[in-house]
């Protein structure tokens, strides 16, 4: 079939993971692209002027998922060695490390203001954390096995979550409560998010479905059965109009909401596919899978106006009209089995003159500050306003360049990060000048006190620590009884 001007077409792949892409998302400003993967690193790549590509070296295991602040100012990735990393996207490579999950991290997400971060991970809990202070904050229990992933709602007063106990769960942030749950009887959902409005989630199944719930009548609207294998993640187009899917199958699709149905089959990876993302304005979206490419696409659907769009497609496909959403609130849910009324498009058979891109890689050293009290004493915390201070710092890569091989100074400043900037308090009275990290559960015997943003010496982390947890269990016991 050929490609009409509003197919979405592949633009270029990156080559550079020696190991299966577990997650990827845009920078805000679309110039950058961050990555994870099971080799244990986690990149960044610069598309323009000439793609480049810089590994950042900390993590000790799988990285499962990496995420761009609201800003571009951070990148936080968790990783199966048990840590969640903040890092510094420049040329120096700094990282704070943070402690406090007991089994590997699943997933991260930013608020939309920047100031929290919200971890899962396989010890069952969600954790939330203070990004001005650099601190954690608040554990959710309520699954009874591993989180798989867990996202801010726009507005940041609801999480959703799902776990591999077959339920998803949304919570109030506020009280810190759990206010629903949904119930999947056949398998669990690998990935779960908002749609842009946050009155609907949409859940990636292991049992090969996607499942769209509206939150504000508790009710299912639609269920895509569309894919042959588990879908291992989905991105919402910023219209709230599109839904992209990736699967085990090999494939990504992209479904119409609006009408409920499958609109685009697309191939290129090798192998199952683990992760997709829209960018920040839809004109782009990418992906990764196990064959350790990343893959960069141009959306063109949503160039044209939707009514447009549907009436093209319509001509092209010739299938039996499916079940569509006549009713916001239909009284049972569609099911949408595997027709062939998809436009398919594969990239490695129809696209000419595609852009290859096997840039060099720059390793980048992290310089972290962790929270053992050994790092406090060899390493400064991170700067939370201001430029980087303008002293060079003594890490692993000052030794590279005497070799020839590029260190992590050569790197050129993203001009959308120029430094780490706090994204809500940037008024300089209101911020000090540094942070310091909140000290590691296991570290209890050697506390070093957290010192206020103002300057006074707070509680403890072994009280504060012994408090939370004397407080989740009151709440489990007044809950359940």
Not at 8 to 20: D, N, Q, T, V
Not at 204 to 219: C, E, F, M, P, Y
Not at 336 to 359: F, G
């Amino acid at each position: 079939m050929a490609f009409a001007p509003e197919d979405p077409i592949l633009e270029r792949y990156f080559k550079g993971h020696k190991a299966a892409v577990t997650s990827v998302d845009f920078s805000p400003s679309a110039k950058r692209l961050a990555s994870a993967s099971w080799d244990t690193f986690l990149m960044l790549w610069d598309f323009k002027p000439q793609p480049k590509a810089f590994r950042y070296v900390g993590h000790k295991d799988v990285v499962t998922s990496v995420q761009f602040s609201p800003l571009g100012n951070l990148v936080a990735s968790a990783s199966r060695d048990r840590t969640v990393r903040l890092w510094i996207p420049d040329r120096k490579g700094k990282s704070s490390e943070f402690k406090a999950h007991t089994a590997p991290v699943r997933s991260v997400d930013f608020s939309c203001d920047g100031q929290f971060l919200a971890t899962a991970s396989e010890d069952k809990s969600i954790k939330v954390w203070n990004m001005y202070r650099q601190r954690f904050l608040y554990s959710l229990y309520r699954h009874t096995h591993w989180v798989c992933c867990a996202k801010f709602s726009a507005d940041g007063r609801l999480i959703v979550s799902c776990s591999e106990d077959k339920t998803v769960k949304i919570w109030d942030t506020n009280n810190k409560l759990c206010i629903n749950s949904f119930t999947d009887s056949e398998g669990f959902a690998n990935f779960v998010s908002f749609n842009p409005s946050g009155t609907c989630i949409a859940s990636a199944g292991s049992d090969h479905t996607v499942k769209l719930w509206d939150i504000r009548v508790n009710k299912l609207l639609q269920n895509y059965q569309v894919h042959s294998g588990a879908v291992n993640c989905l991105s919402f187009h910023p219209s709230g109009n599109y839904l992209i899917t990736a699967s085990s199958d090999g494939t990504l699709k992209i479904l119409d909401l609006v009408e409920g149905r499958l609109i685009y089959t697309l191939q290129g990876h090798t192998g199952p596919v683990f992760a997709v993302s829209f960018s920040k304005g839809g004109q782009q979206f990418t992906s990764g899978g196990a064959d350790a490419q990343i893959l960069l696409w141009k959306t063109n659907f949503d160039e044209m106006s939707y009514k447009d769009l549907l009436k093209k497609n319509i001509k092209r496909l010739h299938f039996d009209a499916p079940p569509h959403l006549l009713d916001i609130y239909p009284r049972t849910a569609h099911h949408h089995d595997r027709k062939p009324d998809s436009v398919e498009i594969n990239p490695k058979l129809e696209v000419v003159n595609l852009q290859t891109s096997d840039p060099l890689v720059v390793d980048v050293v992290s310089s972290d500050t962790s929270n053992s009290t050994t790092s406090h004493s060899a390493q400064p915390p991170l700067r939370i306003h201001g430029p980087p201070p303008s002293t060079k710092m003594d890490h692993p890569t000052a030794s590279l360049s005497s070799q020839g091989i590029p260190t992590a100074n050569e790197i050129p400043p993203d001009d959308s990060t120029p430094h780490f900037l706090n994204p809500v308090l940037g008024h300089p009275a209101s911020i000090s000048s540094t942070v310091s990290m909140e000290k590691k559960p296991e570290d209890k015997g050697n506390s070093i006190p957290f010192m206020a943003a103002d300057g006074q010496r707070s509680i403890p982390m072994a009280v504060t620590d012994a408090l939370e947890h004397i407080m989740e269990q009151l709440n489990v016991l007044t809950q359940d009884a």
